[in-house]
């Protein structure tokens, strides 16, 4: 079983690589549009910035197993993610789809590292372990995070709106 759960581990963690990748791309693209939010900016750029190391933690894993990251599912996912950004940052109501997006994808990546995470159990690689662990941390403080700010962030985009229609 250790043999099976160590090649869906390699997989796994390039599908991770590949995802982390397509994070970095689109939270780059929501720091770039969030100037009239500081405080959203500023914890979108502090999660960049983990993403940026979260990358790093599965080229560490990859490296242990003695295996490489996919450049094929990089690119993809990189190319859709900047779709995705870029389609989201044309709508009036950007920092909400944003929101909404963000907290899904946290969801996403909590699920797959709980699952990558039991694989390395099963493949015996406490040290992969523990940095799959310290990514799932940052996930899950981020959702949490977006969870508790979706609705002030909410009534801030209402608040601007009706300030730019008495304005107008």
Not at 22 to 32: F, G, I, T
Not at 79 to 100: C, H, P, Q, V, Y
Request: hydrophobic fraction near 40%; charge should be negative; charged fraction near 30%.
């Amino acid at each position: 079983m250790a043999d099976e759960a160590r090649e869906v581990l390699i997989v796994g963690l390039r599908n991770a690589h590949a995802v982390e990748s397509q994070a970095v791309e689109l939270l780059e693209r929501q720091v770039q549009a969030l100037d009239d939010y500081p405080e959203v900016r500023s914890r979108v750029q502090q999660h960049l910035d983990e993403t940026r190391s979260q990358l790093e933690r599965l080229e560490d894993c990859l490296d242990q197993l003695g295996e490489r990251r996919s450049a094929v599912k990089d690119a993809a996912l990189s190319t859709l993610g900047n779709f995705m950004a870029l389609s989201n940052t044309m709508a009036d109501d950007a920092i909400l789809k944003n929101a909404f997006a963000s907290y899904s994808f946290e969801h996403y990546e909590i699920a797959a590292y709980e699952s990558l995470l039991e694989l390395a159990e099963l493949s015996d690689e406490p040290e992969i372990m523990s940095l799959l662990q310290e990514n799932l941390s940052e996930e899950r403080a981020m959702a949490d995070w977006l969870a508790s700010n979706i609705r002030p962030v909410t009534r801030n985009y209402v608040r601007r709106r009706q300030e730019k229609d008495q304005a107008a």
